[in-house]
């Protein structure tokens, strides 16, 4: 089993930053990418972002592209997302995954709690 734990979420207002940490324990899976997907009130849980293995390849939704940055430490299991020039829109709970990777989420085999996200105008 694998365990996922997000951090790092609040309220902060349209323009600002945050930055999301997700520390994953249990059995190593080596050559997982991880990634982010975030789900708001009423929508369904959508992709936002993703790292390959060993760091070398990430891919993101275009909303987030040059606002978000996904990267990770594999020394210390953890996914990081750096969110810049949050907008109202990107409200959600945010979730860490991992699992072979790609842009959905049965791509994924395991699963965080979430954390929640709040951007104010």
């Known amino acids: 089993q694998v365990q996922l734990v997000e951090s790092g979420g609040g309220l902060v207002q349209a323009g600002g930053s945050l930055r999301l940490s997700c520390a994953a324990s249990?059995?190593?899976?080596?050559?997982?990418?991880m990634g982010w997907f975030r789900q708001a009130p009423g929508k369904e849980r959508e992709f936002v972002a993703a790292?390959?293995?060993?760091?070398?390849?990430?891919f993101y939704a275009d909303s987030v592209k040059g606002r978000f940055t996904v990267s990770r430490d594999n020394a210390r299991n953890t996914v990081f997302l750096q969110m810049s020039s949050l907008k109202p829109e990107d409200t959600a709970v945010y979730y860490c995954?991992?699992?072979?990777?790609?842009?959905?989420?049965?791509?994924?085999?395991?699963w965080g709690q979430g954390t929640q996200v709040t951007v104010s105008s």
């Open positions: 995954t991992t699992g072979p990777g790609g842009y959905e989420t049965n791509e994924y085999d395991y």
């Open positions: 249990g059995r190593t899976l080596t050559g997982y990418a």
């Open positions: 790292i390959s293995w060993g760091g070398g390849r990430t």
